[in-house]
């Protein structure tokens, strides 16, 4: 099992950056990949699936990133262990969501194509002047 943990978040105007971060506990190995998919308001009904956003392995060497994301947001490794951030800048009106760390066992390329087996709790990200 896998606990995940997650800080920052918060309101900010358009243009403006914001950093996540959020801590895994329990079994290491079964975060080879960890990273943030995010929810829009009005898209969380029954059936919708939750966006990704940015994902990363366990030594950090690999990165994967949505395309609207790209070039804006990075995402880390953090110095304590099974640590990650998401640096967000220039954001924009169409990033607010709630924000999820997440987890997997496969490794960040499975996030980026299937998803995560381990979820955290969610953090508001509103961007608006």
């Known amino acids: 099992q896998v606990q995940l943990l997650t800080s920052g978040g918060g309101l900010v105007q358009p243009g403006e950056s914001l950093r996540l971060s959020c801590a895994a506990s329990g079994d290491s190995a079964n975060t080879a990949g960890m990273g943030w998919f995010r929810q829009a308001p009005g898209t969380d009904g029954e059936g919708t699936e939750r966006?990704?956003?940015?994902?990363?392995?366990?030594?950090?060497?690999?990165?994967y990133y949505a395309d609207s994301v790209k070039g804006r947001f990075t995402i880390s490794r953090g110095s304590a262990e099974n640590t990650v951030h998401l640096q967000m800048n220039s954001l924009k009106p169409e990033d607010t969501a709630v924000y999820y760390c997440?987890?997997?066992?496969?490794?960040?390329?499975?996030?980026?194509?299937?998803?995560?087996?381990?979820w955290g709790q969610g953090t508001q990200v509103t961007v608006s002047s």
């Open positions: 997440a987890a997997s066992k496969a490794g960040p390329r499975t996030m980026y194509a299937v998803g995560a087996d381990y």
């Open positions: 966006e990704f956003v940015a994902s990363i392995s366990q030594s950090g060497d690999r990165t």
